[in-house]
């Protein structure tokens, strides 16, 4: 009882501190805002414990849009992503067993009524030799008529499951696709780099692996000079520059906001910071100009962190080490590029 009541203590000082963070800083208590400060003091998502403490130390302001991209990158981002995964993996599977009772269906229909058919033939020989034969022949008749509609039926079932079925994929394929960059979301990312850690650790010659994370530098500022427009066109450029740099089995998605982050398979540390410095390079030599006018905004340059994978240590840690190294970029001067420790 003491442990419940406890906890209980525990989470209305949490909500107090949540509240008193919230007024200091003049922020609206909407449910975001409040979710992000409360996880803070509750201690509960390193990613946001760590951008706090960051800005906090450094001095600047927490305003509500920094606060409301932790919110989605970190929290709303995932619970939408787990519920969206889980759906659709109970929805594949009643999917996949409704075609396989369906053609088995399909083909007991198609013997049994080959076999009517051969029985059909044998009772037409002698149906005039019994009147009981003979009403066992249209008996017969009936029940094949039967069978061939349910045939026909399940002909256009399984043509119907098969079209669910190509629709379902291209539904998947979107579901793991951001809609402005086009390149892979942070769902479809955090599952490949999760699935490639846990190979990495049940192997006994595993292949070295990379995750690289990439910021826009001054984004905010570009956003604000130009407009979201402008700001969306420069991270589809971006995208597609990040994407040109990399081979075919290796991933790049839109992490959150204008931060990207890249999957390297079969890469070692020393090739990602080659990969990195390339492409920083070209990305910074680079003309950024309106896709349909012309107009030249200048050059981008992006800070890049990257971290090579150590047994056991599982993806999210990974991740955080790479963050850690672009956190070192960006405060070393941005248009840099940093190793993990």
Known sequence: MSTTHDHIAQYWEYADATLKALRDRGLRPTPELYHVWFIYYADDNPE???????VKAGGEELDEETLLQLYYRYIFDRQAADFLQRGMEDFFHLIENSDDCLTTAR?????????????????SDHAHVSPVLSELETQTKGMKTTIDTLHQRLDGYLKRVVLLQR????????????GLTR????MHFEEQLFKLAAD?????TPDPFCVMMVDLDQFKAVNDQFGHRIGDEILVLIASMLKANIKGRDIVARYGGDEFA???NHTSLDDAMHIAEDMRKRIAACEIKAKHSGTSYGHMTVSV?????????????LI???????????KDGRNRHFAAE
């Open 262 to 264: 890249i999957l390297l």
């Open 200 to 204: 990495y650790d049940s192997s006994e």
């Open 107 to 123: 083909a007991d229909m198609r013997n049994y009524g080959e076999l009517l058919d051969q029985s059909l033939e044998t009772l």
């Open 48 to 54: 946001i414990l760590r951008v706090i403490n960051a």
């Open 305 to 317: 962190g990257a971290a090579q994978y150590v047994a056991n240590e599982g993806g999210a840690k």
């Open 167 to 178: 629709e379902l994929d291209e539904t998947r394929e979107r579901s793991y696709t951001d």
């Open 183 to 186: 390149v892979s979301n942070r």
């Open 320 to 330: 955080d080490r790479a963050d850690n190294a672009l956190y070192r970029a960006k």
